[in-house]
Nanobody, 129 residues
Framework: QEQLVESGGGSVQAGGSLKLSCVYSEDVVSADAYNRRCIAWFRQAPGKEREGVASLCIRPVTGPARYGEFVQGRFTISADNAKNTVYLQMSSLRPEETAIYYC???????????????WGQGTQVTVSS
């Protein structure tokens, strides 16, 4: 069973919007009252390093959300715990944001890839000018 499955990628024009989904398995986020579980979105463009887009802790409570500096209010990360899904709503997309977008699970709400041990396969986002 895949632990993290991304969907929602596609092709949009500059200025457009996309909503990505990350469905997680329960064993990825199970936690007791003292341990946090967080889901983050990262992206990686060809020839570039993987960078953190947004993170949200979902166990034992939801929050806080963190965003990369480049987001500037254009993206929103949210969770629907009943559906085991974390979303990334992206608007005002730019061509330079073309990349594979990954979700990852970890115990800290960091935006550093090394803080996450479980990764999905990714979903391609292409923004055309």
């Amino acid at each position: 069973q895949e632990q993290l499955v991304e969907s929602g990628g596609g092709s949009v024009q500059a200025g457009g919007s996309l909503k990505l989904s990350c469905v997680y398995s329960e064993d990825v986020v199970s936690a007791d009252a003292y341990n946090r579980r967080c889901i983050a979105w990262f992206r990686q463009a060809p020839g570039k390093e993987r960078e953190g887009v947004a993170s949200l802790c979902i166990r034992p409570v939801t929050g806080p959300a963190r965003y990369g500096e480049f987001v500037q209010g254009r993206f929103t990360i949210s969770a629907d715990n009943a559906k085991n899904t974390v979303y990334l709503q992206m608007s005002s997309l730019r061509p330079e944001e073309t990349a594979i977008y990954y979700c990852a699970a970890g115990t800290w709400g960091s935006l550093l890839p090394d803080a996450y041990g479980t990764w999905g396969q990714g979903t391609q986002v292409t923004v055309s000018s």
